[in-house]
């Protein structure tokens, strides 16, 4: 099985799944999906599992595959749990971040004001700066809790940029705010920019979702 077309299956679906494309409750046919895509059904089985595991997606009669219904709370509690942690790491950052660390960090931020409007490339920009600040924190645990978490917030947090194009410049602004204060090696206000930072993605996947559901 190819990892790479799970994953573009993957994206695929959680794309039209926050999209609206796919209600609540659509069933997610292994055979209708491969058909779908050209494949076999063992890489369409793999992007089900990993729906699953994201919270898209959950198991009714006989063990079949559906589009999970995503309630407001259960969007909040996501954000604020990967909020508290992904502020940790950011202050952690500040201290330990190695000098290479550092002017990768500032390098991704010059690319995230260069890329224009493309909210794909900006997606791409923007996880490389989360990663870099994660990776720079220096704590395999807080970092794995992250990416729990980050795997059931993904679809939410791509479609900020696809869904609101307002979100590139805010998030640009951000990034660069909590940028400064992790280089300026203040932990308390780079937990506190990146709590503020992930509250402002809560906020636009909140009311995507509340339009998703009308």
């Known amino acids: 099985m190819s990892i790479r077309t799970a994953e573009s299956i993957f994206d695929a679906l959680i794309a039209r799944i926050v999209a609206g494309d796919m209600r609540p409750g659509e069933p997610l046919v292994e055979q209708a999906l491969a058909e779908q895509f ?21 198991r009714g009669l006989r063990r ?9 709370e259960d969007l909040a509690e996501l954000f604020e749990a990967a909020g508290e942690v992904e502020s940790v790491l950011a202050a952690l950052a500040a201290h330990r971040m190695s000098e290479i ?8 931020l010059s690319e995230g004001d260069a890329c224009g409007d493309d909210p794909r490339a900006y997606g791409e920009i923007n996880t490389r700066f989360h990663e870099t600040i ?9 970092a794995a809790t992250l ?15 696809q869904e609101n194009q307002r979100r590139l410049a805010t998030s640009r602004a ?12 203040d932990a308390d206000e780079a937990r506190r920019r990146m709590c503020s930072h992930v509250a402002s993605s809560y906020i636009v996947a909140a009311d995507l979702l509340a339009r998703r559901n009308l």
Do not use: C, Y
Not at 101 to 108: D, N, P
């Open 101 to 108: 660390e550092r002017h990768t960090l500032s390098a991704i």
């Open 174 to 185: 951000e990034h660069r705010s909590i940028a400064e204060a992790i280089l300026a090696r």
């Open 38 to 58: 050209g494949v076999s059904r063992t890489p369409v089985r793999e992007a089900l599992h990993r729906l699953e595991q994201a919270g898209l997606a959950e």
């Open 134 to 142: 994660k990776t720079g924190a220096h704590n395999a645990i807080l």
């Open 64 to 72: 079949a595959f559906f589009v999970r219904k995503m309630k407001a």
């Open 147 to 161: 990416d729990d978490l980050n795997l059931r917030t993904q679809a939410w947090r791509v479609a900020n940029f």
